[in-house]
């Protein structure tokens, strides 16, 4: 007789899935609101010890100097996207991450660096106008997560589920979330929540590519749920790489990053040459070009044999003395050490490593999916940054549409009304999640893991071209076909290969979407580049969307609405049109 | 020099400084109550003076000076690891606890014990006259 | 390449260890041989990782009998060919490697950890707070603990009194206490004046040699000390004005 884990059954107002900046400031907003909302965390490692928020490094974009302005801050933002970005998106950001900032400050306590004044410090960071970067040392998201996590385990409206997974979201007859099935790792059990609103919020699918920078349990978790209850979706093409992810050989710490800040202060790239090669793609710029034009130089480099023998390049910041970093970059010197490497006198061996998906769940200003009671916040939804991310957008985006998801769905849950019973469904659902683990024989999930990270890494990765896109397909669709085969036989808690099995479905999804959806986009754009295609096109500022209808994928372009800011090419063309 | 001396010390004993101290001024203390009550009993018994004249006649033996030399040894440790202990509490040389223990009580307690426990040594045992 | 021989314990029967055989290169990692062992040899095996850069502070472990995070403690450095992993000590064994962190979240809570905001502040305005004053100078280095108990499994007090705070809540009370933002003094430091607060430490310095943050956890327990013995000093150190 094959086990049958227990199925415990919950209520909430509203339940959050992740607990990065996004879940954690979304049940801080909701709670600010009424403080009685129920609310209910589900986070897959520890509260405040996971995900990918925790591993800031560099810190988080705001305008708060006087000789600073919103309006500079979005002309970055924007350009930083090449113009793809939801302009009433990135408007809230730029106009809300000042707020968020002083919350997070004055209401839970985090501190972050100070000028000898006393005063706020920020930092410059690659592709901005102006030294905005607000940051603790090289280590941010510690002091942030660590000080909302205290503040959650003080609040007695929060529940939170340690090592609770979510599996699939739960719908009613009308297809509205009313819910979720979660798997707790820790007692091995499923749990089945019933909630007013539902947040996800568990962070992107870079984890798809071989070398990646992101916590090794985020695998797109949220966008799998989403998608297997009909979200749609929008830029999926856009996966941004980090230009200088550590290579560690077959470590596991390969791909872990060394923050942007050093290219911001001064570090400079060489090839194996010892050319520094950046005076050839950005000559102006050279290494504070943004991340997806200095990612790309350095693809290129190693793929014209100019690279290092294990594949990277050298970042050296020698020249900039031993005190200065040791002062500034405390943490990244240290994480150097610990493999082994010397920042401080020698050159350090990087690569470009998969580390944020600017496309996700298409949200609006609310936060709100197209599918009612669903709400997305952080990676988990797109269309904030566009093209490419700004370096300290992300963890802003995270905190700003945490916030706001949470006020958004405070007030959605007053007039929502009191879900319906939902454990026919939930049994249903934790029958299919069940089959691997009775499973004996099947595949085996952490191959099929690493099959699909080889596959994205060669044919969808930093550089693509249409013919090895459209050879990916049928690989991921195969990898997607035998992982529900897989095994994941074993002790029903702490089950590492069920598990990967979980997440390899979930990131599964992300692969398909973003390889089909990079197939469309025939030119270049951000962090998207095509071989076959290698400018920017005028009649591409538009954005891809895809849903789900009926088991098919449907695909559609929306124009970009320039509400504030409109793209040079296009005011160029409107010239010409009236001469 | 100093480089090689500290690096040894770090590599093989460092860690447990402040453990070892704690150690140490456990039994250290256990065994001056020992002593003390031993001590007060002893005294307690000597009312006949010729019972005493015949005690510190034992006493000043080799083997008893010998245990004088540890008696002394016990307490300089354990009372040079109480003033490490009280400058911990007072927040003095903490960051450089271990420098403290080994150079301030066991270093200085050493000296401190060599020059007391040699006159001890030269006249009670080299030099005794039955 | 170099062969180790990775002892590891398992849960399940008292005491149990398994043997495993791995080849390490030598920038590789403790983690980095759990994680060949549960990919290659035995999916059984369970611990905890989430970051594996040193951030997240999930993946500490007793190794060759030293709390440390698996991820920051390459093989090489050990200088063994046989290396032992545990679970850390004075919290209960979940599975194999991972243990319930609640005993040490239950004393982080005793300490309010989080902030209590002053009313009389103006919320809009950020603290100022100079690098030379007294709560710069202690928030140098102190606010990066990263939760992962290494401390809490090395001190000797904690293993036999277990309603002891121990080192890493202490220091959170002391940064909250030292904040010029923060209004609950009084409760925190009645928390820290108890015969399982600060009076318990007997200043082994153990948690400051297993801190994977070089955090001098002692220093903090000792100022909270004094403070408790001379509150009149601390509290004239607190009530600079910050945001006038």
């Known amino acids: 007789m094959p086990p049958l884990l227990p199925l415990v059954e919950l209520e909430a107002d509203i339940l959050i899935l992740g607990a990065g900046g996004a879940g954690l400031l979304a049940a801080l907003h909701a709670t600010t609101i009424n403080p009685r909302t129920k609310i209910l965390i589900a986070v897959k490692g520890l509260l405040g010890q996971s995900g990918c928020t925790r591993m800031v490094q560099g810190g988080y974009n705001c305008v708060l100097n006087p000789n600073d302005s919103f309006e500079k801050h979005f002309e970055d933002t924007i350009k930083g996207g090449q113009f793809v970005n939801n302009q009433d998106l990135a408007w809230a950001l730029v106009n809300d991450s000042p707020d968020r900032i002083l919350e997070l400050e004055n209401k839970c306590g985090c501190l972050f660096d100070r000028n000898p004044d006393g005063t706020i410090h920020q930092k410059p960071f690659a592709g901005q106008s102006f030294d905005r970067t607000v940051h603790k040392g090289d280590l941010t998201g510690i002091e942030i997560m660590a000080n909302l996590r205290d503040w959650t385990l003080e609040q007695e409206n929060i529940t939170v589920l340690q090592e609770t997974r979510g599996l699939d979201l739960l719908t009613d007859t009308n297809g509205k979330v009313v819910g979720a099935l979660l798997l707790n790792n820790r007692k091995g059990e499923f749990v089945s929540v019933k909630a007013k609103a539902t947040l996800v919020a568990t962070g992107g699918g870079a984890t798809m590519y071989q070398i990646s920078s992101p916590s090794l349990e985020k695998a797109g978790d949220g966008m799998g749920m989403a998608f297997r209850v009909g979200a749609e979706f929008i830029d999926m093409e856009m996966m941004q790489f980090h230009p200088t992810g550590l290579l560690v050989g077959k470590s596991i710490a390969t791909g872990g990053l060394l923050e942007e800040g050093l290219r911001g202060a001064g570090a400079r790239l060489f090839n194996k040459d010892g050319e520094r090669y950046m005076e050839r793609y950005s000559p102006d710029k050279m290494e504070r070009a943004t991340r997806d034009v200095v990612s790309r130089s350095s693809y290129m480099e190693i793929m014209a044999g100019r690279g290092t023998p294990s594949g990277g390049v050298l970042i050296d910041a020698t020249h900039m003395g031993e005190k200065f970093l040791l002062d500034n970059f405390r943490g990244m010197v240290d994480r150097c050490r610990e493999y082994g490497f010397d920042l401080l006198h020698s050159r350090v061996e990087v690569s470009p490593s998969a580390h944020y998906h600017m496309g996700g769940i298409r949200i609006d200003l609310n936060c709100k999916s197209n599918i009612d009671g669903l709400f997305a916040a952080g990676e988990d939804s797109g269309g904030v940054h566009g093209g490419n991310r700004l370096g300290g957008n992300g963890v802003a985006d995270s905190i700003v549409f945490g916030a706001r998801a949470g006020d958004a769905m405070a007030e959605y849950i007053r007039t929502a009304k009191a879900p319906g019973d939902v454990s026919t469904q939930a049994r249903q659902l934790m029958e299919k999640w069940l089959a691997p683990l009775n499973r004996e024989g099947g595949e085996n999930p952490f191959k099929l893991r690493d099959q699909l990270e080889r596959v994205m890494w060669r044919k969808a990765g930093v550089v693509r071209n249409g013919k090895d896109m459209a050879e990916a397909i049928p690989e991921i669709i195969e990898i997607r076909e035998k992982i529900e085969q897989a095994n994941g036989a074993g002790a029903p808690i702490y089950n590492a290969p069920w598990n990967e099995m979980i997440n390899t479905v979930n990131l599964g999804v992300c692969a398909e979407l973003l390889t089909r959806s990079a197939i469309l986009r025939e030119e270049s754009r951000g962090a998207h580049y095509r071989q076959d295609f290698p400018e920017k096109n005028v009649k591409w500022l538009k954005n891809i969307t895809v849903k789900p209808v009926n088991g098919d994928l449907k695909w559609d372009t929306v124009p970009v609405k320039f509400t504030r800011l409109k793209p040079p090419e296009l005011i160029e063309q409107e010239k010409s049109l009236v001469h | ?130 | 390449m170099a062969t180790y021989q990775i002892r590891v314990a398992r849960s399940g029967s008292d005491g149990a260890t398994d043997s495993f055989t791995v080849e390490l290169d030598h920038r590789m990692t403790v983690l980095d041989a759990l994680f060949l062992i549960q990919r290659e040899q035995d999916p059984t095996l369970s611990f905890r990782c989430s970051c594996r850069v040193g951030m997240c502070g999930t993946c500490a472990m007793r190794i060759n009998w030293q709390p440390r995070l698996a991820c920051q403690t390459r093989v090489l450095t050990l200088k063994a060919d046989t290396i032992v992993v545990e679970p850390l000590a004075h919290l209960p064994v979940m599975k194999d490697l991972v243990v319930a962190m609640d005993p040490f979240f239950e004393q982080w809570k005793r300490v309010k950890p989080a902030l209590h905001p002053d009313p009389k502040r103006d919320p809009k305005k950020l603290a100022v707070v100079p690098p030379t004053s007294e709560f710069g100078k202690q928030a140098q280095g102190k606010r990066d603990c990263i939760t992962c108990g290494a401390c809490y499994a090395a001190c000797g007090i904690v293993g036999s009194n277990e309603e002891y705070l121990g080192p890493a809540a202490i220091n959170k009370a002391m940064l909250r206490l030292m904040d010029p933002r923060d209004n609950a003094v009084d409760e925190r430091l009645e928390e820290l004046n108890d015969e399982n607060g600060v009076w318990r430490c007997h200043t082994q310095f153990n948690c400051v040699a297993a801190c994977p943050k070089g955090i001098n956890l002692t220093d903090s327990i000792m100022k909270m000390k004094r403070s408790l013995l001379f509150p009149k000093k601390f509290h004239d150190k607190r009530n600079f004005v910050d945001n006038p």
């Open chain 2, 1 to 130: 020099m100093t480089s090689a001396i500290s690096l040894t010390i770090r590599k093989y004993s460092w860690k447990y400084a402040g453990n070892l101290a704690f150690w140490i001024q456990r039994l250290t203390g256990l065994g001056l109550v020992f002593y003390l009550i031993l001590h007060v009993h002893t005294i307690h018994d000597l009312r006949d003076p010729a019972k005493f004249d015949a005690a510190l006649a034992t006493f000043s033996k080799p083997f008893f000076k010998l245990g004088e030399i540890f008696l002394l040894a016990t307490v300089i440790l354990h009372a040079m690891n109480g003033i490490r202990l009280t400058m911990v509490d007072m927040g003095v040389g903490l960051t450089k606890q271990r420098q403290v223990f080994w150079y301030f009580t066991i270093g200085l307690g050493a000296a401190l014990l060599i020059a007391g426990a040699l006159p001890m040594f030269i006249y009670g045992i080299l030099r005794h006259q039955p």
